[in-house]
């Protein structure tokens, strides 16, 4: 579940990034600046980065050289590095692993993917499927384990996705060539589907 960061006192917007470092060093969970929120997301669980690893898994035997999967990479807002969203994976170029950088712009990612957490609210979906669109990220790939569902939003433009495909567990994902083509999503498992999880 991500949740707006509450703080006591008022931190200014050139210090988010500050204050953001600080909040993922000492609590360990990751934090991002959507639209000038701190935005905090609990550690994710086994089972989410397990669906991360899956798709990653899934989608580099096939993508173009030029292409990498990465973790742990945050995409900028046009002109606002101090406001970026971290998906829980990235298709960029290849040449970003001999950069410095820890943000991709986001014209330069090919597919941003989103693994929906399970005490997520739509409210922030939406709110970060626009943000996607704003900054013109070309796809975002949400997949959802709670309902075994995944949406590919394609098309950005005046801060909305002008293309969506909807489909389920099972149904692959439609991915042009130099990103592997279509991506089977079978396999994949559900929040909740064993004991315990």
Same mark, same amino acid.
């Given at each position: 579940?991500?949740?707006?960061?509450?703080?006591?006192?008022?931190?200014?917007?050139?210090?988010?990034?500050?204050?953001?470092?600080?909040?993922?060093?000492?609590?360990?969970?990751?934090?991002?600046?959507? !639209?000038?929120?701190?935005? +905090?997301?609990?550690?994710?669980?086994? $089972?989410?980065? #397990?669906?991360?690893?899956?798709?990653? @898994? %899934?989608?580099?035997?096939?993508?173009?050289?030029?292409?990498?999967?990465?973790?742990?990479?945050?995409?900028?807002?046009?002109?606002?590095?101090?406001?970026? !969203?971290?998906?829980?994976? +990235?298709?960029?170029?290849?040449?970003? $692993?001999?950069? #410095?950088?820890?943000?991709?712009?986001? @014209? %330069?990612?090919?597919?941003?993917?989103?693994?929906?957490?399970?005490?997520?609210?739509?409210?922030?979906?939406?709110?970060?499927?626009?943000?996607?669109?704003?900054?013109?990220?070309?796809?975002?790939?949400?997949?959802?384990?709670?309902?075994?569902?995944?949406?590919?939003?394609?098309?950005?433009?005046?801060?909305?996705?002008?293309?969506?495909?909807?489909?389920?567990?099972?149904?692959?994902?439609?991915?042009?060539?130099?990103?592997?083509?279509?991506?089977?999503?079978?396999?994949?498992?559900?929040?909740?589907?064993?004991?315990?999880?």
């Amino acid at each position: 579940m991500t949740i707006p960061a509450r703080h006591p006192i008022p931190v200014r917007r050139g210090r988010l990034r500050e204050a953001a470092a600080k909040i993922e060093q000492a609590a360990g969970a990751r934090v991002e600046i959507i !639209s000038g929120t701190l935005m +905090i997301s609990p550690s994710p669980s086994g $089972k989410h980065a #397990g669906i991360v690893i899956d798709l990653r @898994d %899934a989608i580099r035997p096939g993508v173009a050289a030029e292409y990498e999967a990465y973790e742990n990479v945050s995409v900028p807002m046009l002109d606002d590095p101090d406001d970026y !969203s971290t998906p829980d994976l +990235i298709l960029g170029p290849r040449a970003f $692993k001999e950069e #410095g950088s820890w943000l991709l712009n986001a @014209d %330069a990612v090919a597919l941003a993917v989103e693994v929906i957490s399970p005490n997520e609210r739509l409210k922030g979906i939406n709110e970060k499927t626009a943000w996607y669109a704003a900054a013109g990220v070309s796809r975002l790939l949400q997949v959802d384990p709670r309902t075994g569902t995944w949406s590919l939003f394609t098309r950005p433009g005046e801060g909305e996705y002008r293309g969506v495909v909807h489909g389920k567990y099972g149904e692959d994902v439609p991915l042009p060539e130099e990103l592997g083509g279509d991506l089977s999503t079978s396999g994949l498992p559900l929040y909740g589907s064993r004991p315990g999880s």
